[in-house]
């Protein structure tokens, strides 16, 4: 069962759009966010991370939107551009990291 | 360069043989993992090892195993148990095993593709 599910799977996007995944989790020992991008053929790299204890982290043109108490939290892309185009995993760990189902983004010229 | 590499990029094996997929750090970092990754559903753990001779099960590890001899080395074994080893392989490392610490970023190789005929 996955114990980090992510939705949806996938997802197409105009040319500075705002496309914004989102991920849901149970286990309350979980206490780092991070989202990883990964393109065709590569390992995931890490986009950037949030702890429990905030509630927004920007990155620039990313920003992880954290809501605790109903355990979820959710990647928005501002201005989104073709090279974003790539597949997005949220993950969850308190110790060995679990991750989500993936979302595949399309950003079209 | 500092990072993790993976091989052999792609294998073919039989049904019934193993296949040991081998996993290379220079990184020093402490902790290693194998992911593997299917369409739809994400990167899975099948184990990780968060110091020499130390490993452990993630929630897929029927049908793997894997070994912790070397800080730098995390070789995967797929044995002939593994009812359906057809899939994207994918090991990991970080500094240590708690990804707690905020500066615990997982770096990933490029990954194996097996493919069972």
């Known amino acids: 069962q996955q114990q980090v599910k992510q939705s949806p799977q996938s997802l197409i996007v105009q040319k500075g759009g705002i496309p914004i995944i989102n991920c849901a989790y149970e286990n309350t020992a979980f206490d780092y966010f991070p989202w990883y991008q990964q393109f065709p053929g590569k390992g995931p790299a890490l986009l950037i991370a949030i702890r429990p204890d905030v509630s927004e982290k920007k990155e620039g043109r990313f920003t992880i939107s954290f809501n605790k108490s109903a355990k979820q939290f959710s990647l928005h892309i501002m201005d989104s551009q073709p090279g974003d185009s790539a597949t997005y995993f949220c993950a969850a760990s308190s110790r060995a990291g679990r991750f989500g189902a993936g979302t595949r983004l399309t950003v079209k010229p | 360069d500092g990072g993790i590499t993976q091989s052999p990029k792609y294998l073919f094996r039989k049904e019934g043989q193993n296949v040991t997929l081998s996993c290379e750090q220079n990184?020093?970092?402490?902790?290693m993992y194998w992911y593997r990754q299917d369409p739809g559903q994400g990167l899975r753990l099948i184990y990780y090892s968060q110091i020499v001779n130390d490993f452990q099960k993630g929630d897929i590890a029927e049908g793997y195993s894997v070994s912790r001899e070397k800080k730098e080395s995390f070789p995967l074994t797929v044995t002939s148990a593994q009812k359906n080893p057809t899939a994207f392989y994918l090991c990991?490392?970080?500094?240590?095993?708690?990804?707690?610490?905020?500066?615990?970023?997982?770096?990933f190789g490029a990954g194996s593709r097996l493919t069972v005929l």
């Open positions: 990184l020093n970092h402490d902790a």
């Open positions: 990991a490392s970080s500094i240590d095993g708690s990804w707690s610490s905020g500066a615990n970023v997982l770096t």
